[in-house]
């Protein structure tokens, strides 16, 4: 089985928010379900030097997160109807036939993925849009970006050509679930955990 994963590079990302919008056309999503969000990590202050000259050490960056389709997934060990399972190719999915809205996946996913649709009554969430991988084609988040920050393929691969960084602020540190992700920091990025900054837009994820 070769896994997947995706590739973010946010020295490019600009946080236009094309991947989130191509992904809610595409899945035909409504207003309250994100399966790509795109989280704005800010924080700095200013400061007085030894001359009495203030200076400010502002930053912000974006983060274009959807699920990793993870080694390691958490929403997976708690469902428990077994809807929430990793296929035979690797993806995470959702079988939204035997899910049953209790909503334990998305409680436990430290990435948000897990998504409630109220009209379905069930868990919906990012499948790395499985029917296009199986036609040669690319996720439609990473051929809609502008700035191609993003990108898909095998994770040997993506590792093998941008190294192993998997996580940054606002994220949580990759061992918890051992995302399928490779991150390509920017010279603002904070590590996971960092408490310096915060998160600049909770309403829009």
């Known amino acids: 089985m070769e896994q997947y994963g995706f590739y973010f590079d946010s020295e490019r990302c600009?946080?236009?928010?094309?991947?989130?919008?191509?992904?809610?056309?595409?899945?035909?999503?409504g207003t309250d379900v994100n399966f790509r969000r795109i989280y704005e990590y800010a924080g700095g202050n200013w400061v007085q030097d030894n001359n009495g000259c203030w200076n400010q050490d502002v930053f912000t960056y974006?983060?274009?997160?959807?699920?990793?389709?993870?080694?390691?997934?958490?929403?997976?060990?708690v469902c428990p109807s077994g809807a929430m399972h990793k296929n035979e190719d690797g993806f995470v999915i959702v079988d939204e036939q035997?899910?049953?809205?209790?909503?334990?996946?998305?409680?436990?996913?430290?990435?948000?993925?897990?998504?409630?649709?109220v009209k379905k009554g069930h868990m919906t969430k990012c499948d790395g849009c499985y029917s296009r991988i199986k036609e040669?084609?690319?996720?439609?988040?990473?051929?809609?970006?502008?700035?191609?920050a993003l990108d898909f393929a095998p994770i040997d691969e993506l590792r093998a050509k941008y190294g192993n960084q998997?996580?940054?602020?606002?994220?949580?540190?990759?061992?918890?679930?051992?995302?399928n992700l490779v991150v390509n920091s920017n010279k603002n990025a904070r590590p996971s955990g960092d408490t310096t900054g915060f998160l600049a837009n909770p309403r829009e994820v």
Do not use: W
């Not at 600009?14 to 191509?22: D, P, Q, R, S, V």
């Not at 035997?98 to 649709?117: E, L, T, V």
């Not at 040669?136 to 191609?148: S, T």
């Open 14 to 29: 600009t946080g236009c928010k094309t991947c989130e919008l191509a992904c809610k056309d595409y899945k035909d999503l």
């Open 62 to 77: 974006y983060m274009s997160i959807s699920c990793n389709h993870c080694s390691d997934p958490a929403c997976t060990k």
């Open 98 to 117: 035997k899910c049953i809205g209790c909503r334990y996946c998305s409680m436990a996913c430290p990435y948000d993925a897990p998504q409630f649709n």
């Open 136 to 148: 040669g084609y690319k996720p439609i988040c990473v051929e809609a970006c502008p700035l191609r």
């Open 166 to 179: 998997a996580s940054i602020a606002p994220l949580p540190p990759s061992d918890f679930t051992k995302p």
